[in-house]
Structures are given as structure tokens and as C-alpha cells.
């Protein structure tokens, strides 16, 4: 973040002399200036900045959001430990942009299932049997 900065004097009353020479107003006038100069800079400078930066970080936000698409499953049959599973949708390979979830429980890559083939799939293999009538919840990151 690039801030503009605050080059307001703030040492006004301190260039005064020990012996007042001016008017009560022109003194009121000494005193209140700092305080002027730093509203001024706020307003006219400091929050402009802000707002702007504000505004690039919240499109570079938008370019890296990425889609979630959720799906729900019910197993008609068993899953063998050893079958190709087929996905309702196709994930990226290898980029975390899987979830598996078995009846609510998040599942663990390599450890409970693996991912099957390269790039785009939309094939995984479960590394249990699943039994028939179970849920699958698939969270998908694009």
C-alpha cells in the first residue's frame, strides 16, 4: 500500500515567541492551524488514498475468487476399493480444488480416496469400500 505522506507542520506554536507580539486572534489563528492542516490532509488526501488502494485490492479479490459448486450423492450400489468412482463434475487434478465428504465427514486425499488421472478429471477412487445408500458431498473449486 502507497499511502501519500502526511507532511503537515505540526511545530507552529513552537515557533512562536516566548513573548507573544500577536493579537488573541492571530494567536487562535497559530493554534488551530496544525489541527487545519491535518484535517485538510484526511480528508483531501489520506482517505482518497485509501478509497483507491481499497478499490485495487478488491479487484484483485474478484480475479481470485474462485466458483464453488456443491454436490450431493447417494450411492446406488457398494464402491469397491478398487473401482473408478465418477464425480458429478469435473475438478482440476492436484490442486486442492477437491472435497470429498463421506455421510458429513470430510474425507483426507491420499489417506481416505485418491484422485484419478491428470489435469481435469472426474474420476477418484475410494480407499474403503463405500457401502450402498450412503452420501457423498462433493465441494468443487474452479
Known amino acids: 500500500m502507497s499511502l501519500t505522506e502526511c507532511t503537515v507542520e505540526t511545530n507552529n506554536v513552537q515557533k512562536l515567541p516566548d513573548s507573544p507580539t500577536q493579537s488573541a486572534q492571530e494567536l487562535k489563528k497559530v ?4 489541527g487545519e492542516d491535518i484535517k485538510k490532509y484526511i480528508n ?3 482517505i482518497p488514498d485509501i478509497e483507491e488502494e481499497d ?3 478488491e479487484e484483485n ?17 457398494e464402491i469397491a476399493e478398487d473401482e ?8 482440476n487434478v492436484n ?8 455421510e ?11 484422485e484419478r488421472g491428470t489435469g481435469q478429471s472426474d474420476k477418484i477412487r475410494f480407499k474403503f469400500t463405500v457401502p450402498k445408500n450412503s452420501v457423498l458431498t ?5
Open 31 to 34: 493554534f488551530d492551524k496544525v
Open 95 to 102: 490442486t486442492h480444488g477437491l472435497d470429498v465428504y463421506f
Open 84 to 91: 473408478d468412482y465418477t464425480i458429478p463434475s469435473i475438478y
Open 104 to 114: 458429513g465427514t470430510l474425507l483426507s486425499l491420499e489417506e481416505h480416496y485418491t
Open 138 to 142: 462433493f465441494v468443487i473449486r474452479k
Open 61 to 77: 479479490i474478484k480475479k481470485i475468487i474462485i466458483k464453488t459448486y456443491k454436490y450431493n450423492a447417494t450411492t446406488l450400489a
Open 55 to 57: 478499490d485495487k485490492v
Open 44 to 46: 483531501e488526501t489520506l
